[in-house]
């Protein structure tokens, strides 16, 4: 057999699976008619098993567990090396007197140091302080015992008084087969390891994407109704979500303290504007940036900052009474992308709104062009048709989704001082410029030379020059007319 494509038809399902998962790192996956995204034959409530030993070997007197909850001495995170556990860890270490065993894939203690320290750092949070409470394990979620000996997981077990789980597979074009052992089986051992010894809590990172169904369109979903709908959902890493949140209820009925954090799309630091600029987003907007063109779709983006989310996760972990509760992390005040395209355009941006199946086309034409840009790989996701022959953004702009209400985390967080800030022009702009001054977006941008973006671009040195050549021209009575709009328009 030597025809390429024939090999290909051949290959088992869990053939394709494996090259599936060594393609992952950047190579074009498309979904075909006969290769869709979602087998027909997935059944993901039966994808829904915990193994029977793992349960509490004594029931849990949750009052005997306060102490632990609020004053933890080891906690267990996840995820470390990644953009969300990055902030985890700092908000431990800041936040409890805990060492935090980090779980990290590393050939070496040392290498895995590295690796957390390095992390930290790229997001600017990192101290050398530190050093000595970040405890690297070395292992991976998809082995059983988490790759740990029996022996180590034993003794890891006995040591921690909480568990943060945040590691995950993102990836919006796999097959639920190829996240499974990540995203699922990786629960699986984390709820072992939570029973192993004596019982503690599970803090565990989910995602507003478990609510993908078209079944709770136009409802509104609060933090205490029940997940069970999973028809029309059309993503992998929705379906690897779903079934790890329901394995984790398995889990809470057997139970085991469980605490489920659902976040939406995860934005930068709120204070320094910092982000993962690897993330679905960013590639988009930087994208539609490339291209001077943003669809004109009203897709929601209720992105919170990275350290709301964290800051939120840390906090609820440390109430007694979260224990057994859902949260809802996602900005309270969402805007869509439609807005946001506004309000780069009102910054100056030469970035043309224009309807959603024009854009696709200059996408296409613009792989076409480039066959090397990495974004590319994204492509299925903005091209495949589903119901309706309509595509996966398509199938999730507003009017389609549920509201997801997140009225009873916020009253959680009253009384913190944990608020999520709102995404005003300040938070606008300080993304916007750790975009432009990281290297991430391009300077020829800027083809327009609006005030505005200029004070947004600036170094904290350049802006206090700025602010001071402001206030001497409205003292000399001369204003900026294009700074009002943006100013009061409230983004
Ligand atoms: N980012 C978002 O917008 C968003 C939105 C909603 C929910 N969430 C949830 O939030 C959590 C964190 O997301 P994130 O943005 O921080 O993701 P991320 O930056 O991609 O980090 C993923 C982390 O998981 C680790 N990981 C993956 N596979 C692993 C394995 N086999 N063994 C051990 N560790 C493994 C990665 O380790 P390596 O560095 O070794 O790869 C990395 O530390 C996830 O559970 C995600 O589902 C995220």
């Not at 066959?371 to 299925?380: D, H, S, T, V, Y």
Request: charged fraction near 15%; include cysteine.
């Amino acid at each position: 057999m030597n025809n390429l494509s024939e090999r290909l038809a051949n290959l088992s399902p869990e053939q394709r699976s494996q090259l599936l998962s060594r393609l992952r790192g950047g190579v074009a996956v498309s979904p075909t008619k006969d290769r869709p995204f979602v087998p027909k034959s997935l059944d993901l409530k039966a994808e829904v098993t915990l193994a029977d030993e793992i349960r509490p070997q004594a029931p849990v007197d949750l009052a005997q567990l306060e102490h632990v909850v609020t004053n933890p001495t080891a906690v267990f995170v996840t995820g470390g090396t990644g953009f969300l556990g990055a902030f985890l860890i700092q908000d431990l270490l800041r936040h409890t007197a805990a060492d935090v065993y980090c779980l990290t894939r590393a050939n070496s203690v040392g290498e895995a140091k590295t690796r957390l320290q390095q992390n930290l750092s790229r997001y600017e949070i990192w101290q050398p302080a530190w050093a000595s409470r970040i405890v690297p394990v070395l292992g991976d979620i998809t082995q059983p015992l988490l790759g740990l000996t029996e022996a180590a997981f034993g003794a890891l077990s006995q040591k921690l008084d909480a568990i943060y789980h945040s590691a995950a597979m993102l990836n919006y074009i796999l097959p639920y087969s190829a996240l499974k052992k990540p995203n699922v089986q990786g629960t699986q051992e984390i709820l072992r390891l939570a029973c192993q010894n004596k019982t503690k809590p599970v803090h565990y990172v989910s995602s507003v994407a478990v609510f993908e169904s078209s079944a709770y369109a136009g409802r509104v979903l609060t933090e205490a109704d029940p997940l069970d709908s999973t028809e029309g959902m059309f993503i992998g890493y929705s379906h690897s979500k779903w079934v790890a949140e329901q394995v984790m209820l398995l889990g809470r009925d057997r139970g085991i303290p469980i605490t489920i954090h659902r976040a939406s799309f995860i934005s930068g630091d709120s204070n320094t504007g910092i982000t993962n600029t690897n993330d679905f987003v960013c590639m988009m907007l930087k994208q539609c940036f490339r291209m001077g063109v943003m669809p004109d779709l009203t897709f929601m983006l209720d992105a919170s900052p990275v350290d709301y989310v964290s800051r939120s996760i840390v906090y609820l972990s440390m109430q007694p009474q979260s224990i057994g509760h859902v949260f809802h992390l996602q900005h309270p005040q969402a805007i869509t992308l439609k807005t946001l395209g506004s309000a780069y355009r009102l910054l100056g941006l030469d970035l043309r709104q224009i309807p959603y199946r024009e854009w696709v086309a200059a996408l296409k034409a613009d792989a076409a062009q480039d066959a090397e840009n990495p974004f590319n790989r994204l492509l299925p996701f903005f091209t495949q048709e589903y119901e309706e022959g309509l595509t996966l953004p398509e199938l999730n702009a507003a009017e389609r989704r549920p509201t997801i209400s997140c009225e009873a985390t916020l009253n959680a967080l009253e009384g913190s001082g944990i608020v999520c800030p709102p995404p005003d022009a300040r938070m606008l702009g300080r993304f916007l410029s750790y975009f432009i001054q990281s290297g991430f977006l391009e300077l020829p941008l800027l083809s327009r030379l609006n005030p505005i973006l200029l004070y947004v671009i600036a170094t904290p040195g350049q802006k206090a020059i700025a602010l001071a050549v402001f206030l001497s021209l409205v003292g000399l009575g001369l204003s900026l007319p294009r700074w009002q709009p943006l100013l009061s328009s409230g983004l």
